[in-house]
């Protein structure tokens, strides 16, 4: 299979699920004696399409019309390049980016989706990918008939690609600027600055639930815990729901799906729609006042208590521990 890996990026470097959306795709086309391509679209991308070439070849699309985060210039710059080049594959990595634009895409294309790959195999000259359904409850084995094929990769399920030997052939390509028309536009960016690094990304992420009744106790308990492991903060849907927490940092079946290294889960009961977010984590670290909240059932720690008693003794304690050690 000659397959397409879309690229996501945020205008100066590659984001890491697509490195993992690489190898999967790279293993995919090795099997059938094809190969993997990066398409880069943006606009002013040229350091995004520079490190992409130490991976894999690189097919490049940089027009003004790709400048604003909108789908649908998106999706078409990425049916316009399947249909001319006649890729077999296109996979990206799942994401908020993938969601968006990657069903328009196949739509578009007539082809046939299957969302968030867990793994794959081939058995007699099949493609066979397991998907999660009803909120990740069960696995679902199935195979795509009709072509192209495309697909979104969940980047916690494959390790991220190594780089080459030597720098990968880079091509370019314009497209008419009709191709990026579209109904909608940009008005604006609202968003909050912040230092931390994204959910999907971190290898620490501390998540709040119900337990939390103002953004400002978000902020000083999951957030200060998050910035003395220096790492990420998530939340349920619940606090973002209830304006609490911001919609970038929601972990779940309607949010992001992460699988950092420590995942720790302060006031929040584990309904099933949250664990599909985060269950894959290598380590689950669970604080709540209710001994029968469902997560302390995937949890590998569990405390019972009050986490406004119980989290900020723990942050006094590890920024006590950290003080000793640079001594």
Known sequence: MHTLVVAEHDGASLRPGSLSCLTFADSVAKATGGAATWLVLGHRVEDVVQEAAHYAPVFAVDSPGLDEPLAEPFARGIAAVVRDRGFDLVAAASSTFAKDVIPRAAAQLGGAMASDVLRHEWVDGRLLLDCPQYAGAVTATITLHGSPQIMTVRASSYPAAAP??????????????????CRGRYEGLHSKKNARPDVTEARVVVSGGRAFKTAEDFERHVGGLADVLGGAAGSSRALVDAGIAPNELQIGQTGKIIAPELYIALGISGAVQHLAGMKNSRTIVAINSDPDAPIFDVADYGLVGDVYAIVPELIERLETHAASATR
């Open 164 to 181: 080459a030997a030597t720098l990968q052939a880079i091509e370019r390509r314009e497209l008419d600027a009709a191709t990026f028309a």
